[in-house]
């Protein structure tokens, strides 16, 4: 018998492969964990059905709502994000798994469902439940200011790409006064009306981009790094910790997300569907990322991260672009296009209606009436609008608002783990799950603001070491809250 000879393509992809693989059992092995952890109950009723107002309370089909979630949550994250983390090599592989099924896919299924335990509520009326009033007060306010940066910085991205492809009496002011005021009616109008109907559609289209471009990666068989070839990488001079988890949210773990958790913890009509909704949308979203980090990271090996004939940096809608029509073909770049253009303004929308829901619930107002909508929302709206012109109106001001956005979307995610931790505590379940990836984003944001340019700019080694103390810090208060509330409630739920 012949020896079978075996070159280097017949280990192509391995890690990718592997990534592929523990995503899908995590999501059946860790995930049924979470949930019970949880442990739904399917005879109780859920806000959609006892608090039903025909406006945010209203009950969709399971299906729907998984779709809906997930194309809020996704926007253009798991593929911008994605792309731009592949330049880290095989250490954003390891990333987008670990960070899905053990930080971000526990962070939006908790704070989905005890949102739905807590008839609806949004984010920072449960991050003030369990860490106090005054941390409500200021999660109430960044929360709303971060939404306000989403609907701001996914606007002028599809608008620019729309002006590109339009008549030039179409420039990007005028697509930029379109998506604002499809903003305008997504936010005000009740949830079934617009979104209801056209996010199932938006999410087709971006998971079918996504499986295309996956069966072509094992169609092309590219060579892939692996892991036994280290994690460094010739394209990225900034240190892997604390850069790329910043640079990859969605597809890992996103602030962002548990404020559109409670969204859809107001269309649910069973606990029991919660799992798939909230832990099986954010491990279909690290999937997506997965699949443009590898298609990205064959990309930038055959070209490079620079444009040779404009000598200009390949931005995310460029690899995206390129990689749908080169793999794709013309069916494939119409959808490229249309996930680019729509996935950034689904959750611009979802990102300025979550605000309005924000602040109705720490002014404790119904929204049933159009009018105590519009009250809300009209600030918003001309804030929303102040953020975008100075983005156009200064060179690096979109760059600079990115930036902000970016480390304020994990800085949310700190704020949200912390609070589930501390409501697992109270309720005697295991605490770990939560608080571990509590500790590590603490030191991540930190670390981030330690050594980022747009930070304290300081030295990698006094970053790292600041960073450190952040986390021995984050520990030592949270164990001493701890030992405290055991002496005060004993075994019992306190």
Not at 31 to 39: A, E, K, P, T, V
Not at 269 to 276: A, F, G, S
Not at 315 to 337: D, M, N, R, Y
Not at 348 to 377: P, V
Request: proline share 5%; with cysteine; glycine share 8%.
């Amino acid at each position: 018998m012949q020896p079978i000879l075996l070159n280097k393509h017949n280990f192509c992809m391995v890690t990718f492969t592997i990534a592929l693989l523990v995503l899908v059992a995590g999501y059946w092995l860790y995930g049924s964990y979470i949930d019970r952890l949880f442990g739904p109950d399917p005879l109780r009723k859920t806000p959609a059905l006892a608090m039903a107002d025909g406006v945010d309370y209203l009950p969709l089909p399971t299906w729907k709502v998984y779709m809906i979630q997930f194309l809020n949550i996704a926007g253009l994250g798991p593929i911008f994000g994605a792309i731009m983390g592949a330049q880290f090599g095989t250490a954003s592989y390891l990333w987008i798994v670990f960070g899905t099924l053990f930080a971000g896919a526990v962070h939006d299924f908790l704070s989905g469902t005890l949102s739905l335990r807590h008839a609806g509520e949004s984010l920072p009326q449960l991050i003030g439940r369990y860490l106090g009033p005054r941390t409500q007060r200021f999660a109430c306010a960044f929360t709303v200011l971060l939404m306000i940066l989403v609907g701001a910085v996914f606007v002028s991205g599809p608008a620019e790409l729309l002006a590109g492809m339009t008549p030039d009496s179409l420039d990007v002011y005028f697509w930029v006064a379109v998506i604002f005021l499809y903003y305008i009616l997504a936010t005000l109008l009740p949830i079934d009306k617009i979104i209801g109907r056209i996010y199932p559609l938006f999410a087709i289209a971006l998971l079918f981009m996504a499986v295309g471009v996956l069966v072509m990666l094992y169609v092309k068989q590219p060579d892939l790094p692996e892991m036994w070839n280290g994690f460094g990488t010739k394209y990225e001079s900034n240190p892997i910790f604390p850069m790329m988890f910043i640079s990859i949210a969605c597809g890992a773990i996103s602030g962002f997300h548990a404020t559109q958790s409670p969204m859809m913890a107001r269309c649910i009509t069973n606990e029991k569907h919660c799992r798939p909704v909230f832990y099986g949308a954010m491990v279909t979203e690290g999937i997506v990322a997965l699949i443009w980090a590898a298609a990205a990271t064959c990309f930038f090996h055959d070209n490079g991260i620079v444009d040779q004939t404009t000598g200009i940096a390949y931005s995310g809608a460029k690899v995206a672009t390129e990689i749908s029509h080169q793999w794709l073909g013309t069916v494939g770049g119409f959808l490229a296009i249309l996930g680019i253009v729509a996935a950034p303004i689904t959750s611009g929308d979802t990102a300025l209606r979550s605000a309005r829901l924000i602040l109705a619930d720490f002014l404790h107002w119904e929204q049933h009436s159009i009018r105590r909508r519009l009250i809300i929302c009209v600030p918003v709206f001309l804030i929303t609008i102040a953020v975008l012109l100075y983005s156009f109106g200064d060179a690096q001001g979109f760059k600079i608002i990115w930036r902000y956005f970016a480390w304020c979307n994990q800085t949310l995610s700190v704020f949200t783990l912390w609070a589930l931790t501390v409501w697992l505590v109270k309720v005697r379940k295991n605490y770990w799950v939560t608080l571990l990836p509590a500790l590590f984003m603490t030191t991540v944001c930190f670390t981030y603001i330690f050594i980022a340019p747009e930070g304290l700019a300081l030295p990698a080694g006094w970053a790292g070491v600041l960073g450190g103390v952040a986390l021995a810090a984050a520990a030592g208060g949270f164990f001493v809250w701890f030992r405290k509330f055991r002496s005060v409630c004993g075994k019992k739920d306190c």
